[in-house]
T-cell receptor, first 113, second 114 residues
């Protein structure tokens, strides 16, 4: 069985400060892991994905995530937040099958000027 | 290249009415999906398709039907709408299984059933 937990429903940071969005997963198989971003009234867009290659994954817009098997975590980070980063972020775990794609409940990121 | 398009953007239905949500992709993707997103929740898979003529149920298929007669189109049918179907519906597509490949999402359809 698979599951994914996003540990914070809402994160607020000041512009120019680091961003950390936390994601823990559970999977019986070697998982693929994704981070998607959803801006208001838009569809989801892929930020980055891990599929058993390098454990540190770089994505778009300066985001990166590190796959830590021992901690079953896949936290999303960015060194310096920008106002345009304000959005909802979803962590996704998959065992590879189209029907076994599990979305986390989302983390809303707010950026303070 | 329009990507994934969905119509309508918004719809209000009365209880018991039916409607079809349209989804089209122009990327020649084999896999297509329908999700619903309820407030404060992640996306739940309703139905998916691995190619024209092949569909399968996801996690929450009750009250919905789908068909896939072409690679491009994957309409979602709601029969006898109920308030529990009030949600935002997203269509997505991917080149291979979305478990490994990136999924491309449409902008969503916001449906209210009253």
């Amino acid at each position: 069985a698979q599951s994914v937990t996003q540990l914070d429903s809402h994160v607020s940071v000041s512009e120019g400060t680091p961003v950390l969005l936390r994601c823990n997963y559970s999977s019986s198989y070697s998982p693929s892991l994704f981070w998607y971003v959803q801006h208001p009234n838009k569809g989801l867009q892929l930020l980055l994905k891990y599929t058993s290659a390098a454990t540190l994954v770089k994505g778009i817009n300066g985001f990166e995530a590190e796959f830590k098997k021992s901690e079953t975590s896949f936290h999303l980070t960015k060194p310096s937040a920008h106002m345009s980063d304000a959005a909802e972020y979803f962590c996704v775990v998959s065992a590879g099958s189209a029907s076994k794609i599990i979305f986390g409940s989302g983390t809303r990121l707010s950026i303070r000027p | 290249n329009a990507g994934v398009t969905q119509t309508p953007k918004f719809r209000i239905l009365k209880i018991g009415q039916s409607m079809t949500l349209q989804c089209t992709q122009d990327m020649n993707h084999n896999y297509m999906y329908w999700y619903r997103q309820d407030p404060g929740m992640g996306l739940k898979l309703i139905y998916y398709s691995v190619g024209a003529g092949i569909t399968d149920k996801g996690e929450v298929p009750n009250g919905y039907n789908v068909s896939r007669s072409t690679t491009e189109d994957f309409p979602l049918r709601l029969e006898l709408a109920a308030p529990s179907q009030t949600s935002v519906y997203f269509c997505a597509s991917s080149y291979g299984t979305g478990g490994t490949y990136e999924q491309y999402f449409g902008p969503g359809t916001r449906l209210t059933v009253t």
